[in-house]
């Protein structure tokens, strides 16, 4: 039963890629950011995590809590590939390969403003926004700097320059170096 888990940097395409990935291994895809956006309905996709997250439950140890058991319960599942913003720490043990996925803030910036139709300010400022409150949240709950998982993953790619597409290429192809699939 394979587990890969697809994390990385604010709008570098994890649950992107992780769908395609699980489309081409013809796994199963799990994704917590799409669970945990689906509790704000208002706003960009940007927006969405940032809003709920400054509410008592978005910003609640209990509800990340209880996401992060429902990852577990994914892992443990099996023949999935799942995006999550800290599984690469938070699932150590359950997952067979992990995936930190990164760009400079310009290009995420970029990616903002085309995909949520946003001025360049104001997709600088909705990223900033969201990365900070991510950041703070996360390190008070679980006392670490989720970008620090760059360094725990088994495959780490600056995906600046590259397509969805390319990116899952580069993932399958260390995924086959590695015998994993």
């Known amino acids: ?31 917590a950011g799409d669970f945990f956006k689906s509790f704000s309905q208002k706003g960009t996709e940007t927006e969405k995590a940032t809003l709920f997250m400054k509410t008592d439950k ?30 690469i720490r938070m699932q150590k043990g359950l997952y067979d390969f992990s995936v930190w996925l990164k760009a400079p803030f310009p290009v995420r910036a970029d990616r903002v403003a085309e995909r949520d139709a946003l001025k360049g300010e104001d997709a ?30 088994d495959l780490i790619i600056d995906n600046s320059d590259l397509s969805k597409e390319e990116t899952v290429e580069k993932i ?7 015998g994993i699939i």
């Open 1 to 31: 039963m394979t587990v890969i888990v697809i994390s990385g940097q604010p709008v570098c395409g994890s649950s992107s890629s992780a769908r395609l990935l699980a489309e081409r291994l013809r796994l199963r895809h799990f994704s």
């Open 58 to 87: 978005g910003s609640s140890s209990a509800f990340h809590n209880a996401l992060e058991k429902r990852v577990a319960d994914e892992c443990r599942k099996g023949d999935v590939v799942i995006d999550t913003k800290l599984g």
């Open 124 to 153: 600088e400022a909705a990223l900033k926004e969201k990365e900070e409150m991510e950041r703070a949240t996360w390190k008070r709950i679980y006392g670490f700097d989720y970008f620090d998982q760059e360094f725990e993953a």
């Open 172 to 178: 399958m192809e260390e995924l086959g170096k590695r």
